[in-house]
């Protein structure tokens, strides 16, 4: 989350994009760790919840990349 705001800041596409491409493998890194979660603690609702999300999250990241893509600043 901290990578958004920061990429932000730069008033540069090409440099928000970088970090909101560090914040997406977050979110792969997460959804590794749900399995992880999963294995170790048996919670498989909680983790499947988390993963669903965290993977949704990334959907919208990347589309917002495709957006900030589209329009060259």
Do not use: A, H, T, W
């Not at 909680?46 to 990241?61: A, D, F, N, P």
């Not at 589309?63 to 893509?69: N, P």
Request: proline share 1%.
């Amino acid at each position: 989350m901290n990578n958004i705001p920061e990429g932000f800041d730069s008033d540069n596409n090409v440099e928000f994009i970088r970090f909101l491409k560090y914040s997406q493998r977050s979110c792969s890194e997460l959804m590794s760790m749900s399995y992880i979660l999963s294995d170790i603690y048996q919670i498989k609702n909680e983790s499947r919840i988390l993963y669903k999300k965290l993977l949704e999250e990334r959907k919208q990241i990347k589309g917002f990349i495709k957006y900030l893509k589209s329009i060259k600043k």
